[in-house]
């Protein structure tokens, strides 16, 4: 009975946690009323915003309640978990609701249309044309915040006394500074110094106000929702798509690295390895897009390769944006672009995707194992890799966590390629799809339509969270949850 009373307790203390979150939620899904201080002919549309705002901080509020005020709280092991998968969940469904009550989208579309925002997935079954400004700036909201994350957001706005394993749950890797509290602070004031210099920057090269806040959050987040059906394309301007590539860029940076860039240690931050393996991945594909797309796709050598730069760095860095239409590309290109998306962008950043650190490693671990066949065999050698905190060495624990991962990550493509091949599409529109939901990228053959059966959008929906929250957390949280069930029921007999 100890022990059951045990899990009951520490459940109060996670339900605590969720409530803090819970209310941050419902402040978040007030701000994109701001917009209407601008349009205010899209007032009407407020009560749909306030509802689920309401809501979420009234269920915050009481969940909140469960934590003991003035005592040190803890959380046992895995509870961290929990915590973050079921405040992703709430938050997911709460930002929905926006949606389902102005009768744009039904349950499973509006929800998947959140899930996208949330995760800065960016694949869509809204229509931009008809939309309401107030739901296309909600949408970019929800980027804005799923970027950075949630526990991110509550560490900067209150303290640091809610745990390292919070924080390192929801996919962040790296502390700026030893106070976690001001990392996150630092963090806020870096991604919302791009997303200004990015909305100044765009208005400056003729992008109008409204879409410039929605495109610079979109670019650095690495969500990629838009404004225009055409995306990036429809501006048909260089310095737009240019812009858009290093806000891109950026947003697929670990975010320790920027602060090695705006202290000018530029020399370090070049010296990070899964920062040069994106630049010599973009290095190889681009000419080789472009060299392939020439043969009677565009007209020119400088377009191809403009057109191939913006669509690679936009899948690889799982942005999602675009300037054309896949439709006519090769096989081999939309293969090429397929590998883009599985490998994804930087640790600890906005974007998805396996994550360049861990395919870089699994490289230069290949490399190793070579190297040591021409080598004495009692030798011994310290293999190491440089991230943004310095040299760190690596061993076989390493190894196994990221060869582990990339196995489930390819399992979990595959039985989403199988979903939408059953579902009949072809194998091609299959593989890509596929791997932009669970690479958090957001381009699309086609597949996703307000049309889409629901199974394939549900199938996408469960791709885009484990994409974003790294699958090792959803699986670890439902088997605590339910081991901590089960002593409950059997100790309860």
Not at 102 to 107: D, E, H, P, R
Not at 269 to 277: A, S
Not at 340 to 359: D, H, V, W
């Amino acid at each position: 009975m100890k022990l059951n009373q045990k899990i009951i307790e520490s459940y109060k203390i996670t339900l605590g946690y969720i409530g803090i979150l819970t209310m941050i939620i419902g402040g978040m899904l007030l701000l994109p009323l701001l917009l209407l201080f601008a349009y205010q002919d899209e007032t009407r549309y407020a009560i749909n915003f306030i509802m689920p705002a309401s809501a979420a901080l009234l269920v915050g509020f009481l969940l909140s309640r469960f934590m003991k005020s003035g005592s040190e709280q803890k959380l046992t092991l895995r509870q961290d978990t929990v915590i973050v998968v079921s405040v992703w969940l709430l938050a997911t469904f709460f930002s929905a609701m926006p949606f389902i009550l102005s009768g744009q989208l039904n349950f499973t579309q509006a929800y998947f249309e959140a899930v996208s925002g949330w995760t800065t997935t960016g694949l869509s079954v809204v229509d931009v044309t008809v939309t309401p400004k107030v739901y296309l700036l909600h949408r970019s909201i929800m980027q804005f915040f799923g970027g950075v994350g949630l526990v991110l957001v509550m560490l900067s706005a209150l303290s640091g006394t809610y745990g390292m394993r919070l924080y390192n749950a929801e996919g962040h890797s790296d502390k700026l500074l030893p106070n976690l509290a001001k990392s996150a602070r630092i963090i806020m004031s870096i991604y919302a110094g791009y997303v200004l210099g990015g909305i100044i920057l765009y208005v400056t090269f003729g992008m109008p106000w409204f879409d410039a806040i929605n495109h610079s959050i979109g670019a650095l987040s690495t969500g990629g929702f838009s404004t225009l059906p055409d995306s990036i394309g429809a501006y048909k301007s260089f310095p737009i798509e240019f812009i858009t590539i290093i806000l891109m860029l950026l947003g697929t940076t670990n975010f320790a690295a920027h602060l090695l860039l705006i202290k000018g240690k530029f020399r370090s931050f070049f010296r990070i390895g899964e920062l040069r393996f994106m630049l010599a991945f973009l290095g190889l594909s681009i000419p080789i897009a472009a060299f392939v797309s020439l043969n009677g796709i565009y007209g020119s050598v400088s377009e191809g390769f403009r057109i191939s730069a913006f669509q690679f760095v936009s899948a690889l860095t799982t942005t999602g944006f675009s300037t054309v239409s896949f439709n006519n590309w090769s096989p081999f290109l939309m293969f090429w672009m397929v590998i883009a998306m599985l490998i994804g962008g930087g640790t600890g950043s906005t974007a998805g995707g396996i994550k360049q650190n861990r395919i870089y490693l699994m490289s230069k671990a290949f490399c190793w194992n070579l190297k040591r066949k021409f080598l004495p065999e009692h030798l011994v050698h310290e293999d190491f890799i440089y991230r943004p905190e310095g040299k760190v060495y690596i061993d076989k624990q390493h190894l196994t966590e990221v060869y582990n991962y990339t196995f489930i990550y390819m399992v979990l493509f595959f039985l989403g390629v199988s979903v939408l091949v059953a579902y009949g599409y072809s194998l091609q529109d299959s593989l890509f799809e596929s791997a932009s939901s669970l690479g958090t990228v957001g381009l699309s053959v086609g597949v996703t339509l307000p049309t889409t059966p629901p199974v394939v959008l549900w199938t996408e929906i469960v791709g885009m969270l484990f994409g974003r929250l790294e699958i090792y957390v959803i699986l670890i949280a439902v088997i605590k949850f339910f081991k901590d069930a089960k002593v409950i029921v059997v100790t309860n007999k």
